[in-house]
Structure formats: C-alpha cells, structure tokens
C-alpha cells in the first residue's frame, strides 16, 4: 500500500506572488545548501508546451548527495550518487518525477496545484476515490509549526517578521483564517519503498523529511519577501540562472552531463520520482 499525503500549506500572497516567490526561493536556497561537490546541479531548464496544459517551463536537475548520506549507507552505495530530477511548471500546476542513481524500487510522485483560498477545497487535485480514501492531509503552519532548531533564524521567524515593502505580517495565531491576501499550496506525495522489512519506516521517513523541507522553504519565501517583491517573470528567471550558474559551479562533475536538445513528453499521469519544491 502506497502512503499518500496531501500537504497544505498556506501563504500570505497571491497565487501570482507565490510564483515569483517560489522561485527566488528555490534558486537562492539550492545555493546556500550547495558545497564543494554536493547540492543541487541545473541540468536543464527550458520552455516546453503541452497540448493540454499550455506553456510552461522544464527543468531537470541532479541532487548530489553522497556525503550527506549516513557512513554505513555510503559503504553500500556507488561512489557518484544522485538523484534527477524532472518537473515539468505548468503554473499553477506541477508534476515532478525522480529517480534515483541506483535504487529503482525508491519512488516518489508528486502533484502540486496553487489556488487562492485558505486550504479549503477538499479535492483539489481530483484525485479518485481510491486515493481519497488513502489520503491523509497534513496541513503546514509556515508560522507556528516547529522547525529544526539548526535551521533557526531570527529574522526569519513569521511570528515577529513584518515585511517592509508590503506591511503584511507579523502572522498572528488563527492568521490563516483573518488574513487577505492569501494562498494555498495543495501538494500530494505518494511514497514508495518496494523493500521488503523496510518499506513503512522509509516511507515514513520520507514523507517526514518532505514536510520540513515545505516548513522550511515556505518560511523563507515569506521572510524574503522584500528582496523578490516587484520582479516580474523576466526578472526572476534571471536571478534563477544566475544562481543556477553559480550553483553548479561548485559540483565537480566526473561524468558526462545529458542535456536533451528538447525536453521529453510531459506525463499525462503521475509519474514516479523523488521529491521537488515544484
């Protein structure tokens, strides 16, 4: 039985905000996560169309992870590990696909819808009444959930941070249900780990670690608000490839890159991979 879970997680923008929030956010967070040789490489990233979605942007990534891992898994593991990473931004609609280097039967799929509301549509991605009935929601307080106390910044905690340039903050408690404007995330993750004796403590492990990293990197979207307030598509798909430039050049890369002249064909269903921001 696959674990499904739909995390929901509101924002104090508009859809149209979030998306140029989303990407400052990921750009300048993959940069500031990436070391020597480890973090997230940009592969990929171009303007594809689908005949059912419109345009939109692919990208594929690789998440250099090695020396991250803990010591007894890097003894079992092939030297160069990685994941890619495929998504394919029809905003306000994703769907990413990954597949690790080395462990085919390890998969996650992940749908993402964005509308503007508090959280309140019960079915947002349409998802079958099987799914339904295996869907547990999990919804994401940006301000008040716990985070990872290494991850703790000042300036960054949503409970006292009031932006500059748009006065919205500090968040009170109950903020999602008294504050205009405001945003939902609708994210269902479906984790896989087709190993017998540990597939429900892996896939438990997964779906945690993909809640802090929402928590975390919805946190700082919010907090940054007054550097990517006021940029328009162009300007921050920009700042994208400049982060991604200096990303990348901090990854040694021993192998050669696959850089398709177009991208592949968006999947008509979900696809199986690990997890993304989109």
């Known amino acids: 039985m696959v674990l499904i879970k739909e995390y929901r997680t509101c924002m104090p923008l508009t859809v149209e905000e979030y ?6 956010m990921i750009a300048r967070h993959s940069n500031e996560q990436t070391e020597s040789g480890e973090g997230v490489e940009t592969v ?52 990413t696909g990954k597949q690790c280097s080395f462990l085919p039967k390890f998969t996650i799929s992940i749908r993402t819808k964005f509308e503007d509301n508090n959280g309140s549509n019960d079915n947002c ?3 079958s009444e ?7 929601v999990d919804v994401i307080d940006i301000a008040y959930d716990e985070i990872n106390p290494k991850h703790y910044k000042e300036e960054e905690d949503l409970r006292f941070f009031q932006s500059k340039k748009t006065g919205r903050g500090p968040l ?14 609708y994210k269902v993750v479906e984790a896989s780990f087709e190993v017998w004796g540990l597939q429900t403590k892996v896939e438990d492990i997964i779906q ?15 907090a940054w608000i007054d550097e990517w307030y006021g940029m328009s598509l162009t300007d921050v798909r920009l700042y994208e490839s400049e982060m991604q430039r200096q990303t990348n050049s901090k990854i040694v890369i021993d192998d050669e890159l696959l850089t398709p002249s177009s991208p592949p064909k968006f999947p008509m269903s979900p696809s199986r991979g690990w997890f993304s921001w989109s």
């Open 19 to 24: 998306q140029i929030g989303q990407l400052y």
């Open 44 to 95: 990929v990233n171009v303007a594809c169309e689908d005949s059912t979605h419109g345009k939109g942007q692919y990208t594929e990534k690789r998440i250099h992870l090695s020396s991250q891992l803990p010591y007894w898994v890097q003894s079992l593991i092939p030297k160069v590990f990685y994941v890619t990473e495929k998504a394919w931004n029809y905003y306000p609609f994703t769907i």
């Open 125 to 127: 991605l349409n998802l």
């Open 130 to 136: 099987t799914e339904l009935a295996l869907r547990e």
């Open 172 to 185: 009170a408690e109950g903020w999602r249900d008294t504050i205009t404007p405001i945003m939902c995330s």
């Open 208 to 222: 945690k670690s993909i809640r802090n990293i929402l928590l975390l990197g919805h946190r700082q979207a919010f």
